[in-house]
Each structure stands twice: as C-alpha cells, then as structure tokens.
C-alpha cells in the first residue's frame, strides 16, 4: 500500500562554506598561481577511472521524490555561463535511506562549483532556466557501479520542492 503524498517546500539557502561543511565543499576562484590547500577541492578518485565531463540538462524545475549518493567517490558539480542553480543535499552515514528531516536545499551561484564528500545524498542540480550546462567531475562508471537512490515518495510518502529565499 502506497502512502500519501506530501509536498514539502525547502526554501533554498545561499551556499557559503559552512553551510556546506557537512555535505561537502564549496569552491569559489582564487588567484592563478595559488598554491594547492584546504580552499581546493579535495578529491577522491583513487578507485576508478576519473571522468571530467559537459552535461546539458533542460526543463529540470525545483522538485524531486529521489534521492542519490555515491559511496567511492567525491563528485564535483558546476555550471556554465554563470548560471545559478539548486542543490538538495543530506549528510554522508551508514544509514541504507537519509532521514528526510535533514534534507537541505541550496542556492548556488554561477561563479562557484561543489564538491560532494563521498556519500553525500543529493538531489539535482535543480534551476529555474530552461537550458543549463554542467561541469562533471566524478569515476566513470559512477552512474552505473557506485549509485544508491531513494524512493522519497515511496519510503516517506513526500515529495521535495525547492523554493526560493
């Protein structure tokens, strides 16, 4: 037996380094020449091949029922052309679901990318433009080998819909 559906709104929170902290990290440009430190991005793509891609995505809108996250690798994620977009997000465990009262949603500018700790649950990129391109970083056989989804609408009965500040 199927459980009701719920919406729930997240209103989308600026991004900022503490903000991310517990999901991953938020990289902003710094000056050509900057010695590699703790403000880049820290990888893990030892247990794979690395693949640095362009993804063009339309028509996404602000709502999502799953939930994804990979446990081998980190994934790095951002857009072309300045555009901002939205990201929901739930903290890395040892857990088979995320608990839905720590679903975050953020709002992320065009001048930055992310960085997703391995095994963060997350759900986008999200936008409100018809077009976006993104910058993937992530293993090669990410998407096929080392990608836990959760049903929302099925375990939890809700549906996310991320708004606006």
């Known amino acids: 037996m199927a459980l009701p559906l719920t919406v729930q ?28 430190g703790p403000a880049d991005a820290q990888l893990q793509l030892d ?3 690395p693949r640095f891609y362009l993804m063009t995505l339309e028509h996404r809108g602000t709502r999502f029922r799953t939930i994804t996250r990979h446990q081998r690798c980190t994934q790095c994620l951002g857009a072309l052309e300045g555009k901002d977009w939205f990201m929901a997000v739930a903290p890395p465990g040892t857990a088979e679901q995320p608990d839905p009262q720590e679903i975050r949603a953020l ?7 992310i960085k997703l700790a391995v095994g963060t649950w997350h759900a986008g990129p999200y936008f ?10 992530e293993l090669s056989d990410t998407n096929i080998t080392d990608h836990q989804t959760c049903n929302l ?9 991320i708004v606006g500040e």
């Open 9 to 36: 709104k997240l209103t989308a929170q600026p991004i900022t380094p503490e903000a991310f902290a517990a999901f991953g990290q938020v990289i902003f440009p710094s000056a050509d020449g900057a010695v590699f």
């Open 47 to 49: 247990r794979g091949i």
């Open 107 to 113: 709002h992320i500018p065009g001048d930055c990318f």
């Open 128 to 137: 409100c433009h018809p077009t976006v391109n993104f910058y993937n970083l």
């Open 153 to 161: 609408a099925r375990e939890f009965g809700v549906e996310f819909e």
